[in-house]
């Protein structure tokens, strides 16, 4: 089976660092897209940064300059990034995929999420 496995999240003080990752196991042909979302309490899930299929990037204004998406093709792993981050950047972070177990059944996937939390 396919699953995405996030981590690195945990607490940091305004203006530090996290890099989030999240693999890709099981057996597959191919992931389309990659991407990171985030849900704050009260909020609806949004995107943060994301990979197209052509390998262009797309990020919310609010991270833009600040937080850089990634992917190593070989270890089936996406990267987000996340510099000089801020109290408003605190949520749930998922990964998502688009992945095809064979090239006629492509699904979309979703890791559990993992926490982040900004604060001094």
């Known amino acids: 089976q396919v699953q995405l496995m996030e981590s690195g999240g945990g607490v940091v003080q305004p203006g530090g660092s996290l890099r989030l990752s999240c693999a890709a196991s099981?057996?597959?042909?191919?992931?389309?897209?990659m991407g990171w979302y985030r849900q704050a309490p009260g909020k609806q899930r949004e995107l943060v940064a994301s990979?197209?299929?052509?390998?262009?990037?797309n990020y919310a204004d609010s991270v833009k300059g600040r937080f850089t998406i990634s992917r190593d093709n070989a270890q089936n792993t996406e990267y987000l990034q996340m510099n000089t981050l801020k109290p408003e950047d605190t949520a749930v972070y998922y990964c998502?995929?688009?992945?095809?177990?064979?090239?006629?059944?492509?699904?979309?996937?979703w890791g559990q999420g993992t926490q982040v939390t900004v604060s001094s």
């Open positions: 990979f197209t299929s052509s390998y262009t990037t």
């Open positions: 998502n995929a688009e992945i095809c177990t064979e090239w006629y059944s492509c699904l979309e996937y």
């Open positions: 099981g057996s597959f042909f191919t992931i389309n897209t």
